[in-house]
């Protein structure tokens, strides 16, 4: 990165003792450099070596290609990145790792580094290291340590020739105690590489941050995810970084101004896309420096998103014709997140004061959008207006409906001398119309005054404009009602009523149980185990309703072989799931899999392991737990089979002491190598 070198007052002297200044080697400058540079070492030392191997894949032409990062394990605790970029030779390893602020990058801005510290960033956390350099056929192996005085120290173990691509791969041990730190910061650290690393140990996701809105070309809102701090205010990005924006140093300069406006989009959740070089950055690369030219940038970017939002909004609303529209629009907007903080900026150009009260504070602008009442009293009794909602309320006619410009509502006026109320219910009953509907049971003899006097609502419906409900389907006889309406019950909730056609009464398959004066029978699965858990079981089994059959539709089914009763159903189907040992032993297996997965070479003597891992079993979870609980209630116990396998299972893992304490994040590889060393086998 082009670093901005650039003396703006330069004093002039004429004398002739002058001295340059130096930095004198010793632990304490040693610790400011390294130990102290960073709040946050183990994300300075993600950040610090995983940007280095990028740019060395910039520099070596293949930008494109992933740089590999080893997160630590509990086997392989250390933390790796691995580049196949441009390499080092012996006098690139021991210049840049042994002088500080020695770069190769401070001339351009293709590449993110240029400060010369980041590759010293281990010692913020660690006493040593080791580098591994490759460069045109040679390969050379080096330790960074702290000597016994407290200073870094290089030391060569060995080069040798080789055939592998150039590149560079740096290992920082890890404390066990802090693996799951390093996993998690990752996760943050690569949410802003566009080249996600290729990972080895332990595998991971980056978190990623999802771009809702494109506000300007290089200003994106994002959504927040708030993960451990981060992805919840506004970021530069340059290069693979994400750089957060410190509000409070901008807004306490003395000589910014800052409106609230801008000081709450800097606080919002956007990206801002920036060229490398574009703003400076601290040495520690963990901030921006916040120079009077740094913070203008900002307020230029922000400032122009302002504007823009500005312009969006009043050319949106001044293309509505009416009050109502441009309330309902202004409400929309003030919804939105940033579009709200620069209302205050916009209504005062729309002459809309009287509709909207705005509420300030430090950072952010409140926009309570409230109209003004559309009626008074007198037009309520003399037009006889209400309210009605799909809900079945009718408000008493000498009540104000709540009702302000921009709500979502709709006119409707008499045309008939009667029935207004019950062709609204059908209206609303046949569209789903969810809206607020005002009645006017005695219209004015001058519609287009009364409209105008209450500013041109967007929907207005004369009663002749109602539409009505579709008639329902009604057999022909009354018997044939009473036979095949069926009530019925659905898995995932509910009842309806159903008229069955003859070929679904003869040939479909049917679930059933009698259902005699609103009780089931005190003998049936229902009665004993409760709807809730029949109705979870069935659904496990793939059956998804059953009918409720009264005395005489009991009588019509209960001969016929496509109609099934559900106790019958029920009880084949645990007779057949308690005798199928092997998909207890494949349960217990997979209760298991978190610690067991990486025994590939590992058998048990009754069946193989390998296989039960890697497939899955028809039950899991709470759906296994239910049948078991289903199975006991029918008199069938599993828990021999099952604690047989738990048995075998912990026998097999007393074979190798180390799979105890392993979580789900060991190596595979290591963990058959030690099963391996266990066996004797030295292969």
Not at 185 to 214: H, L, M, Q, W
Not at 367 to 389: A, T
Not at 487 to 507: A, M
């Amino acid at each position: 990165m082009k670093l901005h070198n650039t003396v703006e007052d330069k004093a002039q002297t004429n004398l002739d003792n002058v001295y340059k200044f130096k930095i004198k080697e010793s632990v304490k400058s040693f610790q400011i450099l390294s130990s102290s540079l960073y709040s946050d070492p183990v994300l300075a030392i993600i950040r610090e070596l995983s940007t280095n191997a990028v740019d060395s894949h910039i520099a070596a032409g293949k930008a494109d290609v992933p740089i590999e990062v080893h997160l630590p394990t509990s086997i392989n605790p250390y933390f790796g990145v691995k580049d196949y970029g441009i390499g080092m030779d012996s006098d690139d390893v021991e210049v840049v790792f042994t002088t500080y602020f020695e770069s190769t990058k401070n001339d351009n801005n293709d590449e993110m580094g240029g400060l010369g510290v980041g590759g010293k960033s281990p010692y913020s956390y660690t006493n040593n290291f080791t580098i591994t350099a490759i460069k045109d056929g040679m390969k050379r192996l080096y330790t960074a340590f702290i000597n016994d005085d407290g200073l870094p120290e290089l030391a060569r173990l060995g080069e040798f020739a080789t055939d592998e691509s150039n590149g560079v791969e740096i290992q920082v041990p890890v404390k066990p105690d802090d693996n799951r730190s390093f996993i998690n910061k990752a996760k943050i650290v690569y949410a802003g590489f566009d080249v996600v690393p290729t990972f080895t140990g332990e595998k991971i996701e980056p978190f990623s941050y999802d771009v809702i809105n494109e506000l300007t070309e290089n200003v994106h809102q994002y959504k927040e995810q708030g993960y451990y701090g981060h992805f919840k205010n506004a970021y530069v990005k340059m290069g693979y970084i994400l750089y957060p924006i410190n509000v409070d140093a901008i807004t306490s300069m003395d000589d910014i101004t800052v409106s609230q406006a801008t000081t709450g989009i800097l606080k919002s959740h956007i990206i801002i896309n920036a060229n490398v070089g574009d703003f400076d950055i601290q040495p520690s690369r963990e901030g921006l420096t916040y120079t009077k030219n740094n913070v203008t940038r900002l307020l230029d970017i922000t400032n122009n998103i302002s504007d823009k939002l500005v312009t969006e909004m009043s050319d949106a609303i001044r293309q509505e014709y009416n009050m109502w529209g441009k309330i309902k629009l202004l409400k929309e907007y003030s919804s939105k997140p940033i579009y709200n903080l620069v209302m205050c900026d916009m209504i005062p150009t729309l002459n809309m004061d009287h509709y909207v009260t705005t509420q300030t504070s430090y950072y952010n602008t409140n926009v309570h959008i409230y109209g003004k009442d559309v009626f008074i009293n007198d037009k309520i009794v003399e037009y006889g207006m209400q309210g009605y909602r799909d809900t079945g309320n009718v408000l008493a006619k000498k009540l104000t409906p709540s009702v302000h410009y921009g709500d979502d509502v709709v006119f409707v006026y008499a045309t008939k001398p009667k029935g207004l109320v019950t062709d609204v219910r059908k209206h609303i009953k046949a569209t789903s119309d969810k809206r607020m509907h005002i009645i006017i049971q005695n219209p004015p003899e001058n519609m287009v005054d009364f409209w105008n006097d209450i500013k041109n609502p967007p929907t207005i419906l004369s009663q002749n404009e109602l539409k009505k409900p579709e008639k329902a389907y009604s057999p022909a006889k009354k018997t044939e009602l009473i036979d095949n309406r069926f009530r019925v019950k659905y898995t995932g909730g509910g009842n309806s009523y159903n008229i069955l056609s003859k070929e679904q009464l003869d040939t479909a398959t049917n679930y059933y149980i009698p259902f005699e004066r609103s009780a089931y029978p005190t003998d049936s699965v229902i009665s004993k185990f409760g709807v809730d858990d029949v109705m979870y079981i069935l659904a496990v089994f793939g059956v998804r309703q059953f009918y409720l059959s009264n005395i005489k539709q009991t009588k019509m089914v209960v001969d016929k072989d496509n109609w099934v009763r559900i106790d019958d159903f029920i009880e084949g189907k645990i007779n057949e799931f308690s005798a199928d040992s092997e998909l207890h032993i494949h349960h217990a297996v997979y209760s298991k899999r978190n610690t067991l997965k990486h025994y590939l070479d590992s058998t048990f003597d009754t069946y193989d392991l390998t296989t039960m891992i890697n497939t899955a079993p028809e039950f899991t979870g709470s759906k296994y737990d239910r049948l078991v609980k289903f199975a006991k209630k029918y008199d069938h116990d599993i828990n021999a089979t099952y604690s047989y396998v738990e048995k075998e299972m912990v026998t097999h893992m007393n074979k190798y002491p180390l799979l105890k304490t392993l979580t789900y994040d060991a190596d595979p590889s290591a963990v058959n190598h030690y099963i391996k060393l266990i066996e004797g086998d030295k292969e």
